[in-house]
């Protein structure tokens, strides 16, 4: 068995996890958290695709600014009891040290500065796959039809959220 699989494998097991504990968790700031690790493991799974762009992008749009926007969300909704926001278990400090350390280690192990790399053999076009002429090209040519109608889906969703809220604070 390569490295690459064992660590898509061990990736798409945190992956899968963190979903269901996301899903069972009673504490909303705990699913919160639960969903960053969620999407911290999804863009690791991409890289080991060599889709790197997109690994970029799922940090930086979900992981980071989307995850802002729910936690803020779920900040104003629970303003009444602000202890239902917080979980105390007592071995919560050695949970997260030690969630901490698989976090360095999977890092470590994902950009091969443990000494193995992390791809051994791929296709030769996998190099180009992941970068942002590739994706950009795949869009328009192929899947135009579809990303202007998610553009016009987006636009529509947009004018009825300021529709709505214009029609709430005048």
Same mark, same amino acid.
């Given at each position: 068995?390569?490295?690459?699989? $064992?660590?898509? @494998?061990?990736?798409?097991?945190?992956?899968?996890?963190?979903?269901?504990?996301? $899903? @069972? *968790?009673?504490?909303?700031?705990?699913? %919160? +958290?639960?969903?960053?690790? =969620? /999407?911290?493991?999804?863009?690791?799974?991409?890289? &080991?695709? !060599?889709?790197? /762009?997109?690994?970029?992008?799922?940090?930086?749009?979900?992981?980071?600014?989307?995850?802002?926007?729910?936690? /803020?969300?779920?900040?104003?909704? =629970?303003?009444?009891? #602000?202890?239902?926001?917080?979980?105390?278990?007592?071995?919560? !400090?050695?949970?997260?040290? $030690?969630?901490?350390? %698989?976090?360095?280690? #999977?890092?470590?192990?994902? &950009?091969?500065?443990?000494?193995?790399?992390? +791809?051994?053999?791929?296709?030769?076009?996998? %190099? =180009?796959?992941? &970068?942002? #002429?590739?994706?950009?090209?795949?869009?328009?040519?192929?899947?135009?039809?579809?990303? #202007?109608?998610?553009?016009?889906?987006?636009?529509?969703?947009?004018?009825?959220?300021?529709?709505?809220?214009?029609? *709430?604070?005048?």
């Amino acid at each position: 068995m390569s490295g690459t699989l $064992v660590l898509f @494998t061990f990736l798409a097991i945190v992956a899968v996890a963190s979903a269901l504990l996301m $899903v @069972t *968790r009673l504490n909303p700031i705990t699913s %919160a +958290i639960y969903l960053v690790l =969620n /999407f911290i493991s999804l863009a690791g799974l991409y890289l &080991t695709l !060599k889709a790197q /762009f997109l690994a970029v992008i799922q940090i930086m749009v979900y992981a980071g600014a989307i995850m802002v926007l729910v936690l /803020f969300v779920i900040m104003l909704l =629970n303003l009444e009891d #602000e202890r239902a926001l917080y979980d105390h278990i007592p071995w919560s !400090k050695y949970l997260m040290f $030690v969630l901490g350390a %698989a976090f360095i280690v #999977e890092m470590i192990t994902i &950009t091969g500065l443990a000494g193995a790399p992390v +791809i051994s053999t791929m296709s030769p076009e996998a %190099a =180009n796959i992941g &970068t942002v #002429e590739y994706i950009g090209m795949a869009l328009y040519n192929s899947y135009l039809l579809p990303f #202007e109608m998610t553009s016009i889906l987006l636009l529509s969703a947009m004018i009825g959220a300021i529709v709505l809220a214009k029609k *709430r604070f005048p």
